[in-house]
């Protein structure tokens, strides 16, 4: 933007004076550099002169310089190419997740309506602050952990039709797949964990860990040649049922010590694998096999 422009210098000052409206900004900007500029003599003391030259002049004072010179950058022409004022987010409380959206949408929107900003991808006034990210991060949670749910159970239904050898294994594994999601989404609320990276990370793995309490036991019991459903389920747990105890039980050991941990991080990983083993072990060792003796076909196939 050409900050010599008058009406570019009022659009800041309109910009600054709307971003302390929005809750997340409860006190004004100590300074605002184009607001110091008008405010002093030095526009009556140089009126032919250009805004470069009166920016020089300003910047000459070493109180002026002190203070706004780390505020702006200047190219080596001393023409103005960005500057910034800074305000404190201190209505935003760090542990109230909602309120830490609601300051990034706010302030977002401020920005959208800035003349300035209208018919461009690239917004000349914005604001920035590390914790944006964050707030980004937790304001997309909601929508990512729902897609990323959506597509794993999908390719999860996709590849258990085509790979295992009877259509009816997806009438099974989708809605288990589902069930065991929000129980594990149900337990980590249960046991006071939110959704934060770490978390985030656990749940996406989850959905790859958890099919496979199922599709072992689906599988073996396809394989089984016994005619009545009983006898194949009781056979697929003689013979498959204590692999996959085994195989829970030899990850909640692989994931026991850091249950031990002084750190919030692998604690938190520790709830996610333990549910995640629990749950899954009762579903493929409990859950699925009175559902195969109830409504499981009586076929008998072989991978």
């Known amino acids: ?36 500029n008008n405010s002093t003599s030095l526009q009556q003391q140089l009126q032919n002169a250009t805004f470069e030259q009166q920016l ?3 910047l000459s004072s070493p109180v002026n310089h002190k203070l706004y ?16 004022t800074q305000v404190s987010l201190e209505g935003v409380d760090q542990l109230v997740v909602t309120q830490q959206i609601a300051a990034l949408e706010d302030q977002r929107a401020v ?12 917004w000349a006034f914005f604001t920035f602050a590390t914790q944006y990210y964050l707030y980004e991060f937790f304001a997309r949670t909601g929508y990512e952990v729902a897609y990323m749910t959506i597509l794993g159970v999908i390719a999860i239904s ?37 959704i934060n990276g770490v ?19 689906l599988l073996r019991y396809y394989e089984c040649s016994a005619g009545d459903r009983d006898t194949k389920v009781k ?18 050991l692989g994931v026991m010590p850091l249950a031990f941990s002084t750190s919030s991080v692998f604690n938190a990983i520790f709830t ?17 096999p009175v559902l195969l003796s109830i409504f499981g076909p009586k076929v008998s196939t072989r991978t």
Not at 69 to 84: I, K, P, T, Y
Not at 161 to 184: E, G
Request: aromatic share 8%; charged share 10%.
């Open 1 to 36: 933007v050409d900050f010599s422009d008058p009406a570019i210098q009022e659009q800041m000052v309109t910009y600054v004076d709307e971003l302390v409206t929005i809750p997340a900004i409860t006190k004004p900007p100590v300074s605002v550099l184009v607001m110091a």
């Open 56 to 58: 020089q002049v300003f």
């Open 69 to 84: 010179r780390d505020e702006m950058v200047l190219d080596e022409n001393g023409v103005m190419l960005a500057s910034r």
């Open 111 to 122: 920005s959208a309506r800035q003349p300035v900003n209208q018919g461009g991808d690239d």
């Open 158 to 194: 996709v590849v258990t039709f085509l790979f295992v050898p009877h259509w009816t294994a997806v009438m099974f594994v989708a809605p288990l797949i589902c069930m065991l999601y929000i129980d594990l989404l149900g337990v980590l609320q249960f046991s006071g964990l939110h």
């Open 199 to 217: 978390i985030f990370v656990s749940l996406v793995m989850s959905i790859g860990l958890l099919v496979d309490f199922l599709l072992h036991v």
């Open 235 to 252: 056979e697929t747990l003689r013979t498959m049922g204590s692999s996959i105890l085994v195989g829970a039980l030899s990850t909640f």
């Open 272 to 288: 996610c694998f333990l549910a995640l083993v629990t749950l899954g072990a009762a579903h493929g060792l409990i859950l699925l």
